[in-house]
């Protein structure tokens, strides 16, 4: 049997198919991860883990054996793609299926954020309705939305924003004239120009995108909505932008140190917090895992790996 380590757990369904098929190992339950590596490292073909999670080479290079980094997820990020390649590791993700999920998400957080959702759930659970006086929302239908990233996700919420009426602007590597939306060269162009950005672009270039002076542009009457990577976001910023005012509010799936958000951000009425959930449905978890398997197999029948990413491709969500 083929050896293959687990980073975090999978959908039930898709264990129960890897433990008929392959010798399981799972580092997330491992107490002592050196003894752990020690032990099973030298046997291991093949990795399954999350975007978010990805593999540290400090670990990728206690795999000799290491054939496949088979991400459950689209982001790259967390991989050392190049050394992955260096050392004749394939790596993999599951394109297409998470897409719907991650926008919804972002519709949701955007909602939740300018209507102010979360403050009046608070109110309702707390008795005090009638009581506390909650300030008037801001209207979501027909607003300018800017998605930083037209890839697969940044068209799924595009799609989305249009039954809202919103107009959408988007800057992305490249224009594409036909998607019918508005071109910004620049981030700062769009924040200037948009009532909300969203973040839909890959981390795998790794620097923030969203800056003090991207905030400011943004103003006082702009949002920001996350659901792409937080290391694509200057936190530390926006913390200090939401505490003061300098933008409107925020709605958050992902942070730079995650599961560690921020402690000032708990405190703050206008930004909604979400522990990394875009693509967290029983139905999506499951067609990520199927996937995974897919591409488990066709690696060790040596057939080309279908969801394989090429080495420092761009690519956005
Ligand atoms: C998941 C993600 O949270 O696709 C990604 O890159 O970050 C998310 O969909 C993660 O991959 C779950 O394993």
Known sequence: MIDILLTQPVPEAIDRQLLQLYRVHRLHEAADTAAFLAEHGGAIRAVVTGGAKGLPNAIMDRLPALQLIAISGIGTDAVDLVHAAERGVQVCTTPGVLTDDVADMALGLLIMTLR?????????????????????????????????????????????????????????????????????????????????????????????????????????????????RGRLVDEQALVKALQERVIAGAGLDVFVDEPNVPPALYDLDNVVLQPHRGSATAQTRLAMGEMVLENLKACFSGDPVPNAVQVRTPQYL
Not at 166 to 178: A, F, G, L, R
Not at 182 to 191: F, N, P, R, V
Request: charged content about 20%; overall charge neutral.
């Open 116 to 228: 102010d959702l979360g403050t009046g759930e608070r109110i309702v659970r707390a008795g005090q309705w009638g009581q506390v006086n909650q300030p008037l929302a801001r209207r979501v239908s027909g607003i300018d939305l800017g998605i930083i990233g037209l890839g697969r996700v940044g068209h799924a919420i595009a799609q989305r924003a249009k039954a809202f009426g919103m107009s959408i602007h988007y800057t992305d590597h490249k224009v594409q004239p036909d998607s019918g939306y508005h071109y910004e060269a620049d981030i700062l162009s769009l924040a200037r120009r948009c009532d909300v950005l969203v973040v839909a672009a890959s981390a795998d270039q790794g620097e923030a995108l969203i800056t003090t002076e991207v905030l400011q542009a943004l103003g006082p009457q702009g949002y920001l909505i996350n659901v792409a």
